[in-house]
């Protein structure tokens, strides 16, 4: 559970109140004694403090002063730690309810605050009997009356599209998901396997009023997924291939935007098994799937008018008696054959069926998402996703946009043709392992060979899962990508808003 967010028409209510303000002239009348605000000015300009913190005893009283940055990105995102770190100090105290009383009449920002909060809040205890640390914040209350205002004149119903939801309410339903999102990442194989990830999905369409279709494995065999199947060949579970789709009426994309996420449930590396400690936390590698699922679920929830499709190939990858061996060949969706060298490269044999059967949509364009390699990890770190594209230049300049505004940042590399030579197999088509050097990029053009449509690769292998707490980021799953693909759905809509006009 993570906390709800409202609005509130109460200027000031006894309780524990965090003030967001830029400078310390426009603190509030009424709430700091001359003592606290010759404090607060001590603390911010000599000391350089930018969370100040006020016992009242009965309640608390926090200031954030915001961060002096020319960056808006970088503003919202200090504005987002800063909401988790006061968090962390109203769970230990064991508060239920907050108020955030926005100084500066600045939505975003108090907005990006109350984010941080909310997520910061964020536990995965399902099986913990001791719940003694469970975090106890419920309710954040924002008084702000350019927020208000806001509320009270959102775009977008002068608009022959359907009406969508506020900004608050779009809030609570992106951090909603983005929970969704990391319990099923922090859901261990024993409790998620393809079969349980493809209910879930069922049950979310069904919650947010889209439909849903589940190709069982009988049906795969059907449509030649040989991918799928192959990877599936050492498990005991069978293969899942989960297709959720949101197409409301007067929505701004002729031609649908389709999420293909990598659902491997569990990733033992096949029979080029993983070293033990590289084994312990690839309940992750579902994450892509996950976050597709999620995305597809806040958007069709908020009401966006925007068509999107999610397809989530999922299995779990294990060393069984039939399992893949190095050297054998597959043949895939699309026809092409590929030489198997190694089984622990396993995500792109199943994207690439996925993205194969895209074609069927005719689609506007495709982004895939996937822990796909250790080599995106060591390029780039957890702090940002790899990112590539074919025929989706300017896709992929609006994605990086959307992402630098959730502070899901993306790092463009080439696909070049050089890199496309390097998976060229002997004996098949193509061949699923590139040399050490940039196989975050020829992973890539593996899965380039399986399109024919505008396309963009997202490897997400850093910032997926973390091991240790990162601020609002938490412990474990971190739900990346499902931000990043909402806003870039409001992207499209304000760019049909345009167009309709």
Known sequence: MIPSITLTNKEQELGHLVVVVSKFPKLPAGIFNAAEKTYLKEQVETLKQEVISFNRYGYWVHVYFIREEKNLSKRLEAARKAGDRIAGLLNAQKTKRVAIFDADGSEDLVLAFAEGMALGSYQFLKYKQDKEKENTLQEIEIYSKALEESENDFPGHDLPVTPHASRVTQLNILLESVALCRDLINEPNSHLTATVFAREVERMAKECGATVEVLNKQKLAVLKMGGLLGVNQGSLEPPTFSVIEWKPAGAVNRKPVVFVGKGVVYDSGGMNLKPGDSMMNMKDDMSGAAAVAAAVYAIAKAKLPVHVVGLMPATDNRPGEKALVSGDIITMHNGMTVEVLNTDAEGRLILADALSYAKKYDPALVIDLATLTGAAVRAIGKFGAVAMQSDAAAELESLKNAGAGVYERLVEFPMWDEYGEQIKSDIADLKNLGPAEAGMITAGMFLGKFTA????????????????????????????????????????LEEGKRVNR
């Open 453 to 492: 449509y505008p396309y963009i690769h997202l490897d997400i292998a850093g910032p997926a899962f973390v091991e240790k707490h990162d601020s609002y980021r938490g412990q474990g799953g971190t739900g990346f990508g499902v931000r990043l693909l909402f806003e870039y759905a409001r992207t499209l």
